[in-house]
């Protein structure tokens, strides 16, 4: 825990107040502790509807979505682990996830209104061929995915299906951004190599 020492307007030392790190005030959190909550949304709130609106670019969904996060962390605080990672780390993951699937919902909407739309109409291409030409290049990415080592699946995994930055990327990690730059790099030589990709 920090203290925060502040100064009153003629110079003396004013009454400090603590600075409660996420992770401790997660785990007051878990056990009901309202005020350690609020001030847990008031530390991180920015950060998550920031990461949320990057990803859904629209501003009243991110709102939504951000207080469906701090929902869930009210509700599951106490599966929160500080062996696996700080709170940070453990929200803007479940930030990241919900605002993903938010984007999957709303592609599902337009791709059923789509069929609806077009059904009627016939197409000028095999369908059935596209279908499984795209399910074959979707199954070679998973089995090239499939070997690379754990850390470059999932630096790849974050940087081109999750949109992280590489900077979010080290803070979610906990890792130096240059660990997270060669892991990238590293797993798209090897992803290439893997498909047979030659330039």
Known sequence: MLTLVTRDTEGF????????????????????????????????SGRVLG???????????SEEVTQEVFLEVWQNASRFDTARGSAPSWILTMAHRRAVDRIRAAQA????????GIRDFETDFDSVTESV????????????????????RQAVTMAYYGGYSHSEMAGILGVPIGTVKTRLRDGMIRLRDEMGVTS
Request: charged fraction near 30%; glycine fraction near 2%; hydrophobic fraction near 40%.
């Open 13 to 44: 030392e004013a009454t400090a107040s603590p600075i409660v790190s996420p992770d401790e005030l997660l785990t007051k959190v878990a056990s009901g502790d309202q005020q350690a909550f609020s001030a847990l949304y008031d530390q991180l």
């Open 51 to 61: 990461l949320i609106t990057r990803l859904l670019k629209d501003h009243a969904q």
């Open 109 to 116: 909407s337009r791709d059923r209104d789509v069929k609806v």
């Open 133 to 152: 030409e795209i399910r074959i290049e979707h199954e070679r990415v998973s089995r090239a995915l499939a070997r690379l080592t754990e850390f470059q």
